[in-house]
């Protein structure tokens, strides 16, 4: 607006001495002096008006000071002021940015270098006391780099170098509540702080990473140690089943070859029972019961009273006969003999018996 007004200005002060040197010539004194009079207006105004139009754009305010005294904030937009009389001074109000190195030592006197970050916006509304206490704004920057500096010192050398190691991710957050804690008086808003690249001595680092491969070995040894005990215990379980299966097996075998033994008494026991009683012994039956009272079988008893010694051991061995049956496996034997000494000899068809 005020570059406008001042071409404007401008255009009309050279006609204004056109007219002038147009009157000289025709020696007309109207016209010198319209053009006299037009000529010191336009330079007037000019010198005036122009400068006197303030802008003030988006993210910006502006501290009105009146003969050099601090009177008003204005936002953005445009303003009239005398501008011999008053002076607008701007700032930023848009997020700044500190980054610095800091050189600085652990609580062990460990050597390190970080870098430190730290974002902050001005409070719109103090920037009068801002102006009347820093001036401008780059004077108020390079004092909070100056206590941002100084309050990270502090932090990094409250703790050791492998607490801040350990606790590096929440060490950013210290030292921004230090930050803040410190500067009221300097009428802004910090949005961020971090600390990063953390770089300590190269003997240090060598030191923190043989420490690192040593907690590794044992975490591996310890490991190792673990697998062992359990394969140990898988192999000691699986020899036990196998123990128990072959145990079982045995068991079974002996269970089924009692079993069959049972199963042969018994049947030789039936057979005892009833060539007894077709001789004509007397047989008691007794009923077999368990723990419950629940019939579970039936004992058989010869009832050998009243019989001779020839009657009882004659069915001594007819039973052994019937045993000896019991296992024939069918072939008939070259040579029987008996108490008699009879000898029986097996008859073989002859060629002319199988011919015929």
Known sequence: MGVILGILFAVLAVVGILLVLLGKRKKNKKYILSGSILSAVMVIMFVFLPFSFHQ??????????????????????????????????????????????????????????ATLA???RILPDKAIEINKQFGSLDTLTERLRAVSEEKTKVVLSESSAMVLIETRSGLSSKVEEKIKESIDQYYVTITMVAVTDINFSEAFENTVEDKMIAEQ???????????????????????????????????????????????EANSIKLKSVEVARTLGFDIIETEIKDADNNVIGTNYDIDFSGKTETEIAAIAEYLKYIEYLEKWDGKLPEVVTGENANIFIPVKPSNSASKG
Not at 65 to 78: H, P, Q, S
Not at 96 to 102: G, L, S, V
Not at 229 to 241: G, M, N, T
Request: proline share 0%; net charge negative; aromatic share 8%.
């Open 56 to 113: 003030v754009d988006s993210g910006e305010i502006a501290v009105v000071k009146v003969w050099g005294k601090a009177k008003e904030i204005k936002t953005e937009g445009l303003s009239f002021n005398n501008w011999i009389s008053t002076k607008y001074v701007k700032y930023d109000i848009t997020t700044q940015e500190i980054k610095c190195e800091i050189s600085a030592y652990s609580q062990d006197a460990q050597s390190m270098n």
């Open 217 to 263: 070995e044992k975490l591996k040894a310890e490991y190792e140690k673990e697998k062992a005990i359990i394969q140990a215990k898988q192999a000691l379980e699986v020899a036990k089943l196998e123990a128990e299966a072959k145990l079982a097996e045995a068991e079974g075998e002996a269970n089924a070859i009692e079993a069959i033994a049972k199963a």
């Open 118 to 120: 730290v974002q902050f």
